[in-house]
C-alpha cells in the first residue's frame, strides 16, 4: 500500500474559512519520505495573504457560529473528532510514519493520543469554571473564563498529531478560533485533522490551517495583527523570534522548545525497570523529541554495569524505514542528519560504548543514523549541554546527591527529568531542588500523559500545555463587580 491510497484530502490545498483552497501565490512544495527521500506529496506553499485570509476567517468564526456554541456543543464536537481519529487511527498512523519517519507503532500510539487528547478536552468543556469573590456591602463579583480571540498554532515536524491534540485541542475547548501553521516537513496528518474536523461538524472558521515555510507562512502568523494568542512548539532560536513578535503585538505566547532531560540513577534503583525507560527515552522517534532524555547520571558504583545494561540494549536495536516498523526510523532530513553526525564527528569515537546497526537494505535516499550511546562524559562537554535532537545519549557519572542535581540543573534547559531510586526521602528532595516542568520518579513520560501539564523553565520555554491547566492558558480571565445595593 502506497502514501497515496491513503490521501483521502487534495493535500495540496491550506483548510481556509470550511473551504479547501489553492494558495494564492500558486507555488507548492514538496514533501519528502524520510524512509527513502521520495515524494510523497506536494503541499500549498502558503504566504501573507493565505495567512490573512485564514485570520480572518478566524475572526468570522468568533461572531459566527463557533463564538455563540455553548461550551457542550464545542466538547461534543470534540469528542466527536476524537472518535474520528480513532476510526482512522491506522491509516493516520501510516500518513505519519511516512511522513515523519517514525515507526508505524510510534505513528500509532501519536494517533491514539490525538484522540486522547480530543476526549479529555471534550469532556472537558464545561468543566472550567468561574469564582464569586466577597467584595463589599452591596456587590456581587463573579470571574468568566473568556476565549483569547484568535490563537495562532505553530508546530514543528517530530510530533505532529501530539502537538496539534494538545495546543489546538485545548484553544478549542475554550471557544477561541485557530489559524494552524504545520512544519513543511511534515504535515499530511495536520491537514487530515481538519478533514476530520469538518466531517465532525466543526463550523467554519475555528480551525483554519495554511501549510508552507517558516519564515513565510510561519513568520506572517506569528506577526498578524489580528491574532490574540500564540501557541509556538519548536527550536530555541525561532522561540526567540516568536517571543519579539508577541511582544510587538503585546500578545501572550507559549514556548514549548528544547531540552537536555536528565534521567538519574542511583545505586539503589531497580536497574531492570529502569533500563528500557532509560534508553526508549533517548532513541524515541530517533532521539527527536524535546524531551528525549539525552543525559543519563548514574552514581559511579553502579556505572559499569549500567552502562553495559544500556550498551547490550544498543546492540541489539534496528533501524530501518518507518514502514517496516522497527526500533528506530530515519532522522527527518539530510539537513538534521548533518548536524547528528556533526556532533558525532566532534565528539570522536573513543568514549562510544555501543553503536545500533541500520539495516541491510535500508534505501540510500534516507536519513539513518545509527544510535549511539556514550559514556564517562564531562557535564560540560558538548554532548552533555547541546540538544542533539538525534538518537545520541551520554552517560555521566556522578558521587553525591549534590553532584546530581549541580550536574541536572548545569545546563541551559529544563523540561524533563526522571530520579531513579527507593529512598523516599531522596525522592522528594531531588523533585524540589531539580529545575524542570516535569519530574519523573521512578518511571520517565516521554511524551504521553495528555492530563499532564507540560511546559519548561529556562531555555526549554514557557507556559504550560496538556492537562488542564492548558486551558487556563487558553483563556483570559474576566472580572465582573456588580453594585446593586
Ligand atoms: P523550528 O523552530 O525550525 O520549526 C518549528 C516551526 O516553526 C515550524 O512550523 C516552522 O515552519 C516554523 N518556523 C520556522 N521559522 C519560523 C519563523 N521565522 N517564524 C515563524 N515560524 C517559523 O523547529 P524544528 O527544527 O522544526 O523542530 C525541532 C525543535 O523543536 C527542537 O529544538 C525541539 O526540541 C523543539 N520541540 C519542542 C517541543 C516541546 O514541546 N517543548 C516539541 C517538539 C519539538
Redesign the pocket.
Not at 505553530?154 to 510530533?159: G, L, Q
Not at 514549548?256 to 531540552?259: A, D, P, R, Y
Given at each position: 500500500m502506497s502514501v497515496q491510497d491513503d490521501l483521502w484530502f487534495d493535500a495540496t490545498k491550506c483548510f481556509i474559512g470550511g473551504t479547501w483552497v489553492a494558495p494564492l501565490g500558486g507555488e507548492y512544495l514538496s514533501l519528502k519520505n524520510p524512509s527513502d527521500g521520495s515524494e510523497i506529496a506536494k503541499i500549498a506553499r502558503g504566504k501573507l495573504g493565505d495567512v490573512d485570509a485564514a485570520v480572518l476567517a478566524a475572526k468570522n468564526a468568533l461572531t459566527g457560529e463557533w463564538g455563540r456554541m455553548t461550551a457542550l456543543e464545542r466538547g461534543r464536537i470534540l469528542t466527536r473528532i476524537g472518535q474520528l481519529v480513532l476510526e482512522r487511527v491506522d491509516e493516520l498512523a501510516r500518513l505519519e510514519a511516512a511522513d515523519v519517519g517514525k515507526p508505524l507503532k510510534q505513528a500509532r500510539a501519536d494517533a491514539v493520543a490525538l484522540a486522547r487528547y480530543m476526549e479529555f478536552y471534550g469532556g472537558a468543556a464545561d468543566k472550567i469554571h468561574g469564582h464569586t469573590i466577597p467584595y463589599l456591602d452591596g456587590y456581587t463579583v463573579y470571574t468568566l473564563r473568556e476565549p483569547h480571540g484568535v490563537t495562532a498554532h505553530?508546530?514543528?515536524?517530530?510530533?505532529p498529531m501530539q502537538?496539534i491534540g494538545r495546543s489546538v485541542g485545548a484553544a478549542l475547548t475554550m471557544g477561541n478560533a485557530t489559524v494552524l501553521?504545520?512544519?513543511?516537513?511534515a504535515c499530511l496528518t495536520a491537514l487530515s485533522f481538519a478533514k476530520i474536523a469538518e466531517e465532525a461538524g466543526l463550523p467554519a472558521g475555528a480551525l483554519n490551517v495554511v501549510t508552507g515555510?517558516?519564515?513565510e507562512a510561519?513568520?506572517a502568523?506569528?506577526s498578524h495583527p489580528d491574532i490574540n494568542h500564540i501557541s509556538?512548539?519548536?527550536?530555541?532560536?525561532?522561540?526567540s523570534?516568536?517571543q519579539k513578535a508577541a511582544a510587538d503585538a503585546i500578545v501572550p505566547v507559549t514556548l514549548?522548545?528544547?531540552?537536555k532531560s536528565p534521567q538519574i540513577v542511583f545505586d539503589d534503583a531497580d536497574l531492570d525497570a529502569a533500563i528500557p525507560f532509560l534508553v526508549n527515552a533517548g532513541v524515541q522517534n530517533a532521539g527527536?523529541?524535546?524531551?528525549a532524555s539525552s543525559r543519563i547520571l548514574v552514581q559511579r558504583s553502579i556505572y559499569d554495569k549500567l552502562t553495559e545494561m544500556m550498551a547490550e540494549r544498543y546492540r541489539a536495536m534496528k533501524v530501518g524505514p518507518a514502514m517496516d516498523d522497527l526500533d528506530v526510523g530515519p532522522l527527518i532530513s539530510a539537513r538534521q542528519k548533518e548536524i547528528v553526525e556533526g556532533f558525532v564527528r566532534h565528539a570522536g569515537p573513543a568514549r562510544i560504548v555501543a553503536q545500533a546497526t541500520v539495516i541491510t537494505g535500508a534505501p540510500d535516499g534516507g536519513h539513518y543514523f545509527a544510535p549511539t550511546l556514550y559514556a564517562g562524559i564531562d557535564p560540560d562537554d558538548p554532548l552533555a549541554q547541546n540538544?542533539i535532537?538525534g538518537p545520541v545519549q551520554a552517560i555521566i557519572p556522578f558521587d553525591t546527591e549534590e553532584d546530581a542535581v549541580r550536574i541536572a540543573n548545569g545546563t541551559a534547559y529544563g523540561?524533563v527529568a526522571s530520579i531513579w531510586t527507593h529512598d523516599g526521602a531522596r525522592q522528594m528532595r531531588m523533585a524540589k531542588a531539580i529545575r524542570s516542568g516535569q519530574i519523573f520518579i521512578n518511571n520517565y513520560g516521554a511524551g504521553g500523559g495528555v492530563e499532564l501539564p507540560?511546559g519548561?523553565v529556562g531555555k526549554?520555554?514557557h507556559g504550560r500545555e496538556k492537562g488542564f491547566e492548558a486551558l487556563y492558558g487558553f483563556s483570559v480571565l474576566k472580572t465582573v463587580a456588580a453594585h446593586h445595593g
Open positions: 505553530i508546530v514543528p515536524w517530530n510530533y502537538i501553521k504545520p512544519a513543511e516537513e515555510l517558516g519564515e510561519g513568520a502568523l506569528s509556538f512548539t519548536g527550536s530555541v532560536g525561532v522561540g523570534l516568536i514549548e522548545l528544547g531540552g527527536q523529541t524535546c524531551s540538544e535532537f523540561l507540560f519548561g526549554s520555554g
